[in-house]
């Protein structure tokens, strides 16, 4: 009545219970504790204890074959070479496609901005080519000569930020004079930088008896170094009417850079205006352009006539250099000043390409 069970396996059981209830023998344990070694855990039970409508020897033994070659695929794909090598190739593959990637981003963004930068340029030379249509201080047909004298803070200044205005000047035959408050003696080189400024005049045109620099023991060069508005307007007066000046050109209230001389030069400029309001004396600033349009370059003369243009009150003028060449020229008068990050300042300024001039009230 109670027979043996019969498997199809090496081994045999005498016990009548059910097979899911008997434990393995010992070469299934050696086999189990192998396999456990090898992937750190151990396989459901199903694989070592089949169903009781299962045959014994195919279900154990079909399912330990199966978790073997199981664990050996896991181990392949884990194998350490197998790892760097899957990484090395993933990160070669993330380079070359960044790579790749980046050069097209890059394309993207320069190129129109190249284009446009040659545009721009391109217009600055059609206008230096043809008339200019500007209409500053031009009161028709035969506008007469105006004495203008440009107020300055420190030899450079007229090369740096007023190379549009002076080339527009100039080619208008006005009469123009520079004044200039200090030597820019700050790094003890004052006197060459006077002698600096003369040579600059001269490549502008401008004669050397139409420049003057002071050296006011009040009024050195500094960036903590505060001048006196009512002195400054007192010495501007005196210099107007000296040349019968009738129109000034100068800083605006930021000074371009936001030098603490420069901005101290326009309130002394209008210090001057409020004292003389009884004399036909006008003054124009010329205006401080924002961080992004400041080094954009030539580009942002479409920005200036754009808002010249909006602008039909006749208080405001937007000047383009007619002579990039003399700029350059002269701005390399100032050697001392003539640094790597001057000649970048100057190439990519658009002080350099374009000025925007505003009646001062």
Not at 126 to 143: C, V
Not at 256 to 267: K, L, M
Request: aromatic share 10%; net charge neutral.
């Amino acid at each position: 009545m109670f027979g043996r069970v019969r498997c199809n396996s090496p081994l045999e059981t005498t016990d009548p219970s059910p097979i899911s209830q008997q434990a393995p023998s010992a070469a299934a344990s050696h086999l189990l504790s192998v396999h456990s070694r090898r992937a750190y855990q151990l396989p459901p039970p199903e694989y070592f204890f089949p169903p009781p409508t299962q045959v014994c020897g195919q279900s154990f033994y079909a399912n330990l074959i199966n978790h073997k070659k199981e664990l050996e695929c896991r181990e392949q794909l884990i194998h350490p070479c197998s790892v760097k090598c899957l990484s090395d190739q993933f990160r070669l593959q993330f380079i070359l496609f960044s790579g790749e990637e980046f050069d097209m981003a890059w394309t993207a963004i320069i190129s129109p901005v190249l284009v446009l930068w040659f545009a721009s340029l391109c217009k600055v030379f059609h206008e230096s080519l043809s008339s200019s249509k500007a209409a500053f201080l031009n009161d028709g047909a035969h506008p007469r000569r105006r004495n203008v004298l440009l107020v300055i803070a420190h030899p450079d200044d007229e090369s740096m930020f007023f190379a549009p205005v002076i080339n527009y000047l100039i080619s208008r035959d006005h009469n123009l004079h520079i004044l200039c408050m200090s030597t820019g003696n700050a790094d003890g080189m004052g006197s060459l930088r006077k002698e600096e400024l003369y040579l600059a005049s001269a490549v502008l045109k401008i004669p050397a008896q139409q420049v003057k620099t002071l050296d006011h023991p009040d009024l050195q060069d500094g960036f903590g170094k505060a001048w006196n508005w009512n002195l400054l307007a007192s010495i501007i007066e005196e210099e107007t009417r000296t040349h019968s000046v009738d129109l000034i050109i100068t800083f605006d209230n930021y000074g371009i850079s936001g030098h603490c001389n420069h901005c101290d030069v326009h309130q002394g400029v209008r210090k001057l205006l409020q004292d003389a309001s009884g004399r036909h004396l006008e003054a124009w600033e010329i205006v401080s352009p924002n961080i992004v349009r400041k080094y954009i370059g030539p580009v942002d003369i479409w920005l200036s006539i754009l808002f010249s243009r909006l602008k039909k009150d006749g208080q405001s003028y937007c000047l383009l250099n007619l002579d990039l060449r003399k700029s350059y020229a002269a701005m390399a008068q100032h050697s001392s000043q003539w640094v790597w990050f001057r000649k970048l300042f100057v190439t990519f300024s658009s002080c350099t390409y374009v000025s925007t001039l505003k009646k001062i009230e």
